[in-house]
């Protein structure tokens, strides 16, 4: 009977196992369904599955399905027209982007060129929309507010010297502090400061289009939200969702007050109108000002840092997932054993963006001390979902070892900066930054020493294509 039943297996194995029998586009269909380790886990199996695993256009397709569809066409268009890379090696892409631990910097702007050039400021809005820089607001030397908009086309050529464009519009009124978030060809504001000390609740719509022969338009015009807002108030944090929505967190409201409640936006089909709804968790980030609010993908956000009540500079971390269902707040606790010595995490005043691979690129900031900062670090809290965010699975040092990882900088090196402004291309890969407080030379008049920055850089992701 034990013959029998061996030479049964042996048969079968020789016929091949049923998925062995499925056609290539079958297999490729069930691996997207899978993450990446059960994927490397199937190439190990034999020489057809390792063959098919390592397919280019498979690569591609799981490089679509983690980092969306516009990031690699944006990719594949920034290659266009160059033969070494017609074909490019996904699998290769998607390793080293995983495993980033480099940056590159270049200086955009000249403070000496004949170039009409934003003023500099800090607290300000830098959006990328319609394949422009759009910078509005902000605050600048004296404590007073500034009300232009600047506008510079990119299109597909990351690194060349912008030519800004000033833009007459008038509205929305000067101010800073507020948050702009980019949903398609649209801009939407919220809130803000200006140098009364008068706080804004207004939502603006923008819309940003580049013409070949008259140059960038923008158009704004004050959304109706109906009678339900939140309360006005500026150093808040804001980000898209779903393409479609906005969510705000936090800031400082009348009288100085740190808020820490959560709103989001749903903007109708048109953005003729929206409807604001608070969010109301059970465990919620305290009050604060000065954090990041970054969505890295669908419906979910992550919240890091800023000012909380008794003017602490904060180093904890939030996921909001927004959802038809539910939307809840939950911490990720991770251990600061694991942060290199010597270096200060806490922070206000950062630039916090999702880049290419949905991880988030964290750059400068402030510590309660008020010393800036110049550094990067890639944030990766990928390998968490919401059902593992358990207190008991969230204290594995294995799970969140590689949370955190500091990235070298090179070529240019820009100031130490705190509340400046980052904004990323579709491509992920290319992050703009303006602006922000930066260490000045000591004036009489200024014991502090602070200075207004206007300068643009440009951050590149090192990959080896």
């Not at 809130?191 to 013409?211: E, L, Y």
Request: charge should be neutral.
């Amino acid at each position: 009977m034990a013959e029998t039943s061996s030479t049964a297996r042996t048969s079968n194995f020789n016929n091949g196992s049923p998925i062995a029998n499925l056609a290539p586009d079958h297999l490729f269909t069930i691996l997207l369904l899978l993450p990446i380790e059960s994927i490397l886990s199937f190439a190990m199996t034999c020489k057809k599955f390792r063959y098919l695993a390592s397919c280019n256009s498979l690569w591609e397709s799981i490089c679509r399905r983690d980092w969306g569809p516009t990031a690699v066409d944006a990719l594949k268009s920034s290659f266009h027209g160059d033969e070494d890379h017609q074909l490019l090696p996904w699998i290769r892409l998607y390793k080293q982007v995983s495993q980033l631990d480099s940056v590159c910097c270049y200086k955009l702007s000249d403070p000496d060129s004949d170039l009409l050039l934003p003023s500099p400021r800090a607290s300000h809005s830098l959006n990328f929309v319609s394949g422009c820089l759009v910078l509005f607001g902000g605050g600048c030397e004296g404590g007073r507010h500034v009300d232009d908009t600047w506008a510079a086309y990119i299109g597909d050529n990351s690194r060349r010297m912008l030519k800004w464009q000033k833009i007459h519009s008038g509205i929305p009124s000067g101010r800073f502090g507020h948050t702009c978030v980019a949903i398609d060809n649209y801009l939407v504001l919220f809130g803000g400061i200006n140098d009364r000390g008068n706080r804004h609740s207004d939502t603006w719509v923008g819309q940003v289009a580049f013409h070949e022969n008259v140059g960038i338009s923008l158009s704004w015009r004050l959304l109706d939200v109906g009678s339900i807002a939140p309360a006005p108030r500026g150093a808040h944090a804001a980000c898209c969702i779903s393409n479609r929505k906005m969510v705000i967190h936090g800031g400082i409201g009348w009288n100085g007050v740190r808020l820490g409640d959560t709103w989001v936006l749903e903007l109708s089909e048109n953005l003729c109108f929206g409807t604001w709804h608070e969010i109301v968790s059970h465990s919620s980030p305290p009050a604060r000002s000065g954090h990041s609010l970054t969505c890295i993908g669908g419906t979910r956000t992550i919240l890091f840092g800023g000012r909380g009540l008794g003017y602490d500079v904060l180093n904890d971390i939030w996921l909001l997932d927004v959802s038809e269902d539910y939307s809840k707040w939950v911490e990720i606790f991770y251990e600061l054993q694991s942060i290199p010595a010597g270096v200060s995490l806490p922070r206000v005043g950062h630039s916090a963006t999702c880049i290419l691979g949905g991880r988030l690129l964290i750059h400068g900031g402030e510590d309660s001390q008020r010393h800036r900062k110049d550094d990067f670090w890639v944030l990766d809290i990928s390998a968490i979902s919401l059902e593992r965010m358990q207190p008991a699975r969230l204290s594995s040092k294995r799970l969140l070892a590689n949370m955190w990882r500091r990235v070298k900088a090179k070529g240019y090196k820009p100031k130490s900066r705190s509340f400046h402004r980052a904004s990323v291309d579709n491509s992920g890969r290319y992050l703009y930054v303006y602006g922000g407080m930066v260490d000045g030379a000591v004036q009489p008049a200024e014991s502090s020493g602070l200075g207004f920055d206007g300068e643009l850089f440009l951050v590149e992701l090192v990959l080896q294509l």
